[in-house]
DNA sequence: GTCTATAGGTGGATAGAC
DNA sequence: GTCTATCCACCTATAGAC
């Protein structure tokens, strides 16, 4: 995830800021100081904080949904994609990060409209991948549920985001997978 | 939960604040104009935000573990006091509030140690609790699940704590009584 | 595109009168 | 206990030179 482009770099620095630390937990000047430059230069090219929060869960979003669809590719029983979705937590959690639209749930009440929508959309978008998954993997024989697929795929992102903020404030990663295999668990066949 | 003594009065508007802002989402200058005081005198009660933030968790804490023992003291079958854990997220999320210290654990890198600790140690007596209760469903047959009641506790605390995340994001308590339900009948013997 | 300089506001916190 | 007044650090954001 190198970028050359500046634009690119700052959402990089400001994206590892917001999933560790909040959109409230951090300043331009934050920013700044890991790139390397002065405060006004960010403005350039993120007029506003506002502006800069809404392109980073656009990108954020982009880039979960290129990752859904890369497991597609690869083909593999339901379980099997279920299993690689959890991996893309795991690699966000042992870098110290959580989700950063998990990280905005908790500051909902805080944020601009366009981020709250932007927000409410990546988990729309994961929750449309993951019951057409489950659907998939239903009608094949591999997984079994007794409730609606979307409302499996909610209680799924649920426990998969509250597990990654508790694992992470106990340090501990092997609290997410622990979490995660019995959710992943009560759902095979 | 109405309170004379203007220290309690201080934490109950504080506590709001942070279960619906976070901790870092609020100042005095927004408790002062509810209580209708000056922020010097905030002062005067909590020196600093660093110690209100303590001082919440401990009653937070405190109130929590009374309801449990409230749960405790109603007696019922091993179902039943789960069913009565989950009532009690459900009633802080028909205020529009997040667990308050499921909020924290999103801040989690921006808070003192103090308040780090006794956020912790909140989830540890929870965890503690509904091990029990776990425990004793599954020796009477009444619960049935295939790992360590410790990891249950803990998935299900994840649980709870996500779907609450997400339910107050999209305005939609159903979301969480959905998620809470599911988990509860997984464990249905 | 990046800089210096600065505006205008808010943050937590303190001193001292009442 | 609460007030007024104030401090200083930090915040987001803008203007204008280079």
Known sequence: MISVDTSQRIL????????????NGFSYADIAATLGVTKASLHYHFPSKADLGQRLIERYGKSFLAALASIDRGGGSAPDRLRRYVAIYIEVLCDDRMCLCGMLAAEFATLPSPMRDEMMHFFDEN???????????AAHGELRFAERARDVARALMASLEGAMMLARSYGDASRFELAANRALAQLAA
């Open 12 to 23: 990089d620095i400001a994206e590892q800021l917001v999933q560790t630390r909040g959109f």
């Open 127 to 137: 929750e449309r991948w993951l019951s057409g998954v489950l659907e998939h993997g």
